[in-house]
């Protein structure tokens, strides 16, 4: 056993940081080096001795249970491979401290262009958001479908797929949604508008949560829109039904998020809108494994055939999107 713990560490070149080497790399966790803030703990950059930048994720607080998992965890999330999925650089365990260390992406994640410090600099062109859509649904499947044991991400959003210094995504905090208490994850989760609707009454995440949570994503990537949209003091709009009855009366050009200045491929973007949508549906039966999102984001035209023909893309039909309130709601769409 410590012989295919050593291969581990070894194959993934990872290993067990010192608290005072992360305080000396972080500038001892200085305020000036925070990089953001989220349920589980704050994230700081820091230079090693040897010129290399880090992201350290410091997290907040931790109960007995949780202790016992860290190791575990970070073993599991240690052995992960694959080129759209965070690679984990070590971790520390110190006394109250637990702490993840990562490379530095210098894009920071897809929420800062999209509705952060980098969103007015329209640096997200439509190759780029294809690329993203495309690379974080490989990194999804890959955990879904490929990892060993398999792996609920439980935590799919913007903040949470970071940018290379290429724009190539990496899907970061798989696992870690496990450390959120539950209740503060259902509130955090479902106030931004990612939470699968079957989630709040059951509780239990499964793949499904993470498609839902994907098809709001990528609604969000091409259309610039947040997930849920103010209308007034009391109503709330979800991006899916927003965009879908757009979508049934095949105005795609006005879903386009303006900032791409009418530059894309009209065809891709009806693909990844349909895909967005069906991803999102309120019923899970009818969502599409990661494995099949990904074929049909690459155009795999059976399937978008199949897609395209669902009734679900009909006029005039009761949207069911299960994401305003409690019991889900439905609103009807007359031709507009």
């Given at each position: 056993?410590?012989?295919?713990?050593?291969?581990?560490?070894?194959?993934?070149?990872?290993?067990?940081?010192?608290?005072?080497?992360?305080?000396?790399?972080?500038?001892?966790?200085?305020?000036?080096?925070?990089?953001?803030?989220?349920e589980?703990?704050?994230?700081?950059?820091?230079?090693?001795?040897?010129?290399?930048?880090i992201?350290?994720?410091r997290?907040?607080?931790?109960?007995?249970?949780?202790?016992?998992?860290?190791?575990v965890?970070?073993?599991?999330l240690a052995?992960?491979?694959?080129?759209?999925?965070?690679?984990?650089?070590?971790?520390?365990?110190?006394g109250q401290?637990?702490?993840?260390?990562?490379?530095?992406?210098?894009?920071?994640?897809?929420?800062s262009?999209?509705?952060?410090?980098?969103?007015?600099?329209?640096q997200?062109?439509?190759?780029?958001?294809m690329?993203?859509?495309?690379?974080?649904?490989?990194?999804?499947?890959?955990?879904?479908?490929?990892?060993?044991?398999?792996?609920?991400?439980?935590?799919i959003?913007?903040?949470n797929?970071?940018?290379?210094?290429?724009?190539?995504?990496?899907?970061?905090?798989?696992?870690?949604?496990k450390?959120?208490?539950?209740?503060?994850a259902?509130?955090?989760?479902?106030?931004?508008?990612?939470?699968?609707?079957?989630?709040?009454?059951?509780g239990?995440?499964?793949?499904?949560?993470?498609?839902?949570?994907?098809g709001?994503?990528?609604?969000e990537?091409?259309s610039?829109?947040?997930?849920?949209?103010?209308l007034?003091?009391?109503?709330?709009r979800?991006?899916?039904d927003?965009?879908?009855?757009?979508?049934?009366?095949?105005?795609?050009?006005?879903?386009?998020?303006?900032?791409?200045?009418?530059?894309?491929v009209?065809?891709?973007?009806?693909?990844?809108?349909?895909?967005?949508?069906?991803c999102?549906?309120?019923?899970?039966?009818?969502?599409?494994?990661?494995?099949?999102?990904?074929?049909?984001?690459?155009?795999?035209?059976?399937?978008?055939?199949?897609?395209?023909?669902?009734?679900?893309?009909?006029?005039?039909?009761?949207?069911?999107?299960?994401?305003?309130?409690?019991?889900?709601?439905?609103?009807?769409?007359?031709?507009?």
């Amino acid at each position: 056993n410590s012989d295919r713990k050593n291969k581990v560490k070894n194959d993934t070149k990872w290993r067990i940081f010192s608290l005072k080497e992360l305080q000396s790399a972080t500038n001892n966790f200085n305020y000036d080096n925070k990089l953001g803030e989220g349920e589980v703990g704050s994230v700081y950059w820091g230079q090693l001795w040897d010129g290399s930048q880090i992201a350290v994720k410091r997290f907040k607080s931790w109960s007995d249970e949780a202790n016992k998992e860290f190791s575990v965890e970070i073993e599991i999330l240690a052995r992960v491979r694959h080129k759209y999925l965070l690679k984990l650089r070590g971790y520390c365990a110190e006394g109250q401290e637990r702490l993840i260390v990562y490379d530095y992406m210098s894009n920071l994640s897809l929420l800062s262009h999209l509705h952060g410090q980098h969103s007015a600099e329209c640096q997200l062109n439509w190759n780029r958001r294809m690329n993203i859509a495309i690379g974080a649904a490989e990194g999804i499947a890959h955990l879904h479908h490929h990892a060993t044991p398999r792996i609920i991400h439980r935590d799919i959003k913007p903040s949470n797929v970071l940018l290379d210094s290429d724009f190539n995504p990496q899907v970061a905090d798989f696992l870690l949604a496990k450390f959120i208490p539950r209740n503060a994850a259902q509130v955090t989760t479902s106030v931004k508008g990612y939470l699968a609707p079957e989630y709040a009454p059951l509780g239990k995440a499964s793949e499904s949560c993470d498609v839902y949570s994907f098809g709001v994503l990528l609604l969000e990537l091409v259309s610039g829109k947040k997930p849920v949209e103010k209308l007034s003091s009391t109503t709330k709009r979800a991006i899916a039904d927003w965009a879908l009855p757009l979508a049934r009366e095949g105005r795609f050009s006005e879903i386009v998020d303006q900032r791409v200045n009418g530059s894309y491929v009209e065809e891709e973007l009806r693909r990844v809108v349909l895909v967005g949508l069906v991803c999102s549906s309120g019923r899970p039966e009818k969502r599409p494994t990661m494995i099949e999102v990904v074929e049909m984001l690459k155009g795999d035209k059976e399937k978008l055939g199949v897609l395209e023909n669902d009734d679900m893309f009909k006029r005039g039909l009761v949207v069911d999107s299960g994401m305003e309130g409690e019991e889900g709601h439905k609103q009807e769409i007359g031709n507009v």
